[in-house]
């Protein structure tokens, strides 16, 4: 009687893993509020959430290609043109490897943290303001670029 009882219990455990729809705790005799016979709750407010996260990990996303993009840009149309900033100008002057190396430096710099920082929502908003801000001012910058002439060789 002892290994039937047993063998009862094992099979009432076995199920206890399934959905609360599947076994009725009046029949297993035990209480409702039992943890192994609670169906988790999906709220409205959870899908939403969820949502919301993944839009903003999507503008997140395009905030880092506007700003890989308008760095490029700004890149593209300096090059072998007169550099006014003496960090990035070559030895004669111009926008060259020099340059572009040192750029591209700051830019991953500046992607490595978000990088690492990814799961971090509450940082994910000030790193999308940040780079759509650098974004718009090397856009800006490419646009003044575009403008001026290369120098006569």
Do not use: C
């Not at 029949?27 to 996260?53: C, G, K, Q, T, Y």
């Not at 500046?110 to 994910?124: C, E, G, N, Y």
């Amino acid at each position: 009687m002892k290994s039937l009882a047993l063998l009862a219990a094992l099979f009432l455990i076995g199920f206890s893993r399934l959905p609360a729809q599947t076994i009725s705790p009046v029949s297993a005799n035990l209480p409702l509020e039992s943890s192994a016979f609670v169906a988790p709750r999906i709220s409205i407010a959870n899908v939403e959430e969820d949502r919301h996260e993944r839009r903003l990990k999507y503008l997140w996303i395009a905030s880092i290609v506007a700003m890989a993009a308008g760095t490029g840009a700004d890149a593209a149309t300096s090059w072998h043109k007169r550099e006014s900033n003496g960090l990035l100008a070559s030895s004669d002057g111009t926008f060259g490897t020099k340059g572009l190396a040192i750029k591209a430096g700051l830019a991953g710099g500046l992607l490595v943290p978000q990088i690492l920082f990814r799961k971090h929502r509450d940082l994910r908003t000030a790193f999308t303001i940040g780079n759509f801000a650098q974004a718009g001012i090397f856009t800006g910058v490419a646009i003044h670029n575009a403008g001026i002439a290369r120098p006569q060789q």
